[in-house]
């Protein structure tokens, strides 16, 4: 039942941020528990794939993410196709650390 209730309200969360555009959309999200994360269950693919550090894709001039709710969409689809295990919460911290630390979107 708790996860139901935390599922709608993540659910109606993001619905409200996606419709203002606005980084409400990470209103759950911890971008220093994001940064933790990020290094834990994200970053070995991301070197693996885009070399470096793997922050090339964040600093890429051509890069696809422009608003706050296309990032978390980001995150959640890397999230699914990987298999990482994280939970709504995590992927809004992930997403609030990438967003502090390189896109800077409002």
Not at 12 to 26: K, L, N, R, Y
Not at 29 to 45: I, V
Request: hydrophobic share 40%; aromatic share 10%; net charge neutral.
């Amino acid at each position: 039942m708790t996860k139901t209730f935390t599922l709608l309200a993540l659910t109606f969360m993001f619905a409200s941020g996606a419709a203002h555009g606005g980084s409400d959309v990470f209103a759950f999200g911890d971008p220093e528990q994001g940064k933790k994360l990020y290094d834990e269950k994200c970053a070995a693919c991301h070197v693996a794939q885009f070399g470096g550090d793997g922050a090339s894709v964040f600093t890429r001039a051509d890069r696809r993410i422009h608003t706050a709710p296309a990032l978390l969409a980001q995150v959640q689809g890397c999230n699914a196709r990987t298999h990482a295990g994280l939970s709504a919460e995590d992927e809004q911290s992930v997403a609030a650390w990438l967003n502090q630390r390189y896109y800077k979107l409002k």
